[in-house]
């Protein structure tokens, strides 16, 4: 039986980033357009396919990104200047509204925990962390590492193995390299490969079904990129029973497993 999409989405802009909450199984985008210098945000819900909100800006925007996602809130992060990578300021989006609860531009990132984020004052010398409240953007208190752990996440991704140490036959495709990257998953094996075809270099992704016994049964295929100029990186990971992918750089697809 095929695998029907639970989202397909297509953007005005490369996605350069995502940002999952662990908390809400909220998946944030971050898709960025040179050529016009602006970048947007989006938000869509992993659980049932909802588009919560898309096409969101910040008032600064291009130098503008995603910090972290915490609790049904984006937090995003400005930057100090043009030329140079270090952070400074944050804003808060409501994943539900698409409303901006706070925004302080003093305010720095420094670690996601269990409680939420944790910032400091760039204005405070030595450099003092704070637990942060991602919904009023309020400090609660000085960070204490021992009352705090790491916010764990349920990503997984795929191992790199060779196309001969592949478990499954690949038929209509030959793969192009020495590494595939292969995950067994929920009953399902999928598999991402670069293949040559017609003198064109291309990525793509298989969903094989197990539980047919003897069988090579492909349940969901797809060409990722078209026409590329050199091997691309990872392209799926899993959270929660969802395989998480992005289609020539601009559409997010994301299959129940």
Sequence with gaps: MAIASLISEQFDGVI????IDELSDTLFVEIRNEEERKVSFAA???????????????????????EAAF??????????????PAHKGLMAIEAGSAKILWSNYTYTF????EKGPVVYDVRIHPRK???????????????????????????????????????????????FGNSTHYLEYNNFRIVSLH?????????????????????????????????IQKMQPEAFIIHKNRLIYIKNKCELKVLPL
């Design 129 to 175: 962390l704070f637990l942060l409240d991602i919904k009023t953007g309020a400090t609660e208190r000085l960070y204490q590492p021992s009352l705090y752990k790491d916010l764990q996440n349920s990503i997984v991704l795929p191992h790199i193995v060779s196309p001969e140490e592949l478990p499954v036959k690949l038929i209509s495709v030959h793969p």
């Design 16 to 19: 350069w980033r995502m940002e």
């Design 44 to 66: 869509v819900s992993l659980s049932d396919g909802t588009v919560l909100f898309k096409n969101i800006a910040a008032p600064e925007k291009w130098l503008t990104g995603i």
């Design 195 to 227: 293949a040559l075809k017609g003198g064109e270099l291309n990525q793509v992704l298989l969903v094989f079904d197990q539980t047919i016994p003897g069988s090579n049964t492909i349940v969901y295929e797809d060409l990722l990129n078209a026409g």
């Design 71 to 84: 609790d049904g809130v984006l937090l995003l992060h400005f930057y100090q200047s043009e030329s140079g």
């Design 110 to 113: 420094d670690y996601l925990t």
